[in-house]
């Protein structure tokens, strides 16, 4: 028989009007999201420059403004740059004026600037900015017990060398899927997609073009992709601005895609006007 706590617990999630597990200030993803559960866990994939780090950091924003704790591994970037590339979103100032060699900045830019970085510092933010692997990351979720993990990116992590990369990022999915539902979190992970893309006419991603190992979509909750024409039509106006996050796989919902406003000068993801159409 199954238990009466499970039943309950099933009934009270069907039935009680409760506020979505996440909301990643995107109302329209939230609305496909809605189903998501703790111990989710979404992938992000995009080409290079294609804006999968801005969008995930648009999302830790929008959380870390709604007071939830946050852990982020940033294989990539160092914690003073992740932290400089907040600035921008967070202040509007074009990120080439920050990160300028000469002072470009007026007296009201730097009093913003000193005003984002005081905001930061009260987020609840935990970063990562050392290469790890998946006992290292299972250890730093289970000391600091973040509501919500950011590793960026699956490429970048440490995989035993002894075994063949596609069955160690397996592995490694499956492990991390273990991870998130024994620390009852949900974990963004983003990934590169193939070159294979590239060499095709339709540049739409799809499924198949995740990187190295089918397990990602397998064991994903939600695989989701940053699309902007923009970066292969920079000459057309109609798409200036404008991209897409496909929902590719949804779990518990369904799939399809949202309009948002991608602002590259300042490095930051923004919800379409409702009458503005892709």
């Keep these: 028989m199954i238990e009466k706590e499970i039943l ?13 597990i996440l909301q990643t200030g995107f109302s329209d993803l ?8 703790n111990s989710s ?15 995930i950091t648009a999302i830790m924003l929008n959380l870390l403004e709604q007071k939830k704790k946050c852990l982020l ?18 202040t509007e100032i074009e990120a080439t004026k920050i990160y300028a060699n000469q002072n470009q900045l007026n007296s009201q830019e730097n009093n913003e600037i000193t005003s984002a970085i005081e905001k930061i510092s009260n987020f609840d933010l935990t970063i990562v900015d050392t290469s790890a692997d998946i006992e290292q990351i299972k250890e730093h979720i ?21 075994v063949e990369r596609d069955f160690a ?18 974990v963004f992970i983003t990934s590169q997609l193939s070159r294979k893309v590239e060499r095709r006419d339709f540049k739409w991603p799809m499924l198949c073009d995740l990187k190295e190992s089918g ?7 939600v695989v989701l992709f940053v ?23 949804n779990k518990n919902g369904f799939a399809g895609t949202v309009d948002l406003l991608f602002k590259a000068n300042i490095i930051k993801f923004l919800e379409a006007p409702c009458n503005d159409t892709f």
């Design 169 to 186: 990022i397996s592995n490694f999915m499956k492990e991390l899927k273990v991870i998130a539902k024994q620390n009852n979190c949900i």
């Design 8 to 20: 309950e617990k099933v009934t009270s999630q069907i039935l009680e009007k409760k506020q979505p």
């Design 142 to 162: 289970e000391s600091i017990k973040p509501e919500i993990v950011f590793i960026d990116y699956l490429q970048l992590i440490k995989l035993p060398n002894d």
């Design 30 to 37: 939230d609305s496909i999201l809605s189903g998501l559960e």
């Design 215 to 221: 397990s990602l979509e397998d064991i994903s909750d």
């Design 41 to 55: 866990i979404i992938t992000i994939g995009a080409r290079p420059s294609m804006g999968k780090t801005a969008f």
């Design 73 to 90: 591994f940033s294989l990539e970037m160092s914690k003073s740059q992740f932290i400089k590339r907040l600035i921008p979103p967070i």
């Design 227 to 249: 699309y902007r024409e923009e970066y292969y039509n920079r000459e057309d106006e109609y798409y200036k601005d404008k991209a897409q996050i496909i929902v590719a796989k």
